[in-house]
T-cell receptor, first 113, second 109 residues
Framework: EAQVTQNPRYLITVTGKKLTVTCSQN?????MSWYRQDPGLGLRQIYY???????DKGDVPEGYKVSRKEKRNFPLILESPSPNQTSLYFC????????????FGEGSRLTVL | QQQVKQSPQSLIVQKGGIPIINCAYE??????FPWYQQFPGKGPALLIA?????SEKKEGRFTISFNKSAKQFSLHIMDSQPGDSATYFC????????FGKGTRLSVIA
């Protein structure tokens, strides 16, 4: 089954404790992206990757890091989480940003205390 | 800076009505305009998409109208049903996909 898998789905952590949200896709997609969803603000792009070893900032990259060492994986790293990073996070993948459907994962709800 | 402006923020219609959601953009480099539908607890899923070389696209009860000169596009849902109740996002893309803030649609029986 074609899918984008995120882990963990739910996480409560404390300020400053490094965490990683993993994302994996099994569709051999070139393009992957991370979004955060907040009430009233919609979906805002954090980082995206056009291909392996190629990443670029989206609209709200501050406080986040990503890496794309393999085509299928695109982890999101919060080096020192803060309460304003409490949000619902979505990973997504596509053959390309304008060449096909963007497939989303189920989301990871993160709470930073 | 928001690149895609979406309205209204929320919408309530009666079953069988035709909700219309509007979006506007500024960046003329955008060349792909999808709409996504999101149900509670789920990730968004592609509903319908259009490219700027056509003015209208229909898929079932869903229609996108596109006005390139005005830099606006809209989603119409014909014969809306309670199962259409969801949040709808318009988006636009060149190198990356930018979303509007979303419209929460409620279709009441």
């Amino acid at each position: 089954e074609a899918q984008v898998t995120q882990n963990p789905r739910y996480l409560i952590t404390v300020t400053g404790k490094k965490l990683t949200v993993t994302c994996s896709q099994n569709m051999n997609h070139e393009y992957m992206s991370w979004y955060r969803q907040d009430p009233g603000l919609g979906l805002r792009q954090i980082y995206y990757s056009m291909n392996v070893e190629v990443t670029d900032k989206g609209d709200v990259p501050e406080g986040y890091k990503v890496s794309r060492k393999e085509k299928r994986n695109f982890p999101l790293i919060l080096e020192s989480p803060s309460p304003n990073q409490t949000s619902l996070y979505f990973c997504a993948s596509s053959p390309g940003p304008t060449t096909g459907e963007l497939f989303f994962g189920e989301g990871s709800r993160l709470t930073v205390l | 800076q928001q690149q895609v402006k979406q309205s209204p923020q929320s919408l309530i219609v009666q079953k069988g009505g035709i909700p219309i959601i509007n979006c506007a953009y500024e960046n003329t480099a955008f060349d792909y305009f999808p709409w996504y539908q999101q149900f509670p607890g789920k990730g968004p899923a592609l509903l319908i998409a259009i490219r700027p070389d056509v003015s209208e696209k229909k898929e079932g009860r869903f229609t996108i109208s596109f006005n390139k000169s005005a830099k606006q596009f809209s989603l119409h849902i014909m014969d809306s049903q309670p199962g259409d109740s969801a949040t709808y996002f318009c988006a636009a893309s060149s190198r990356s996909l930018v979303f509007g803030k979303g419209t929460r649609l409620s279709v009441i029986a």
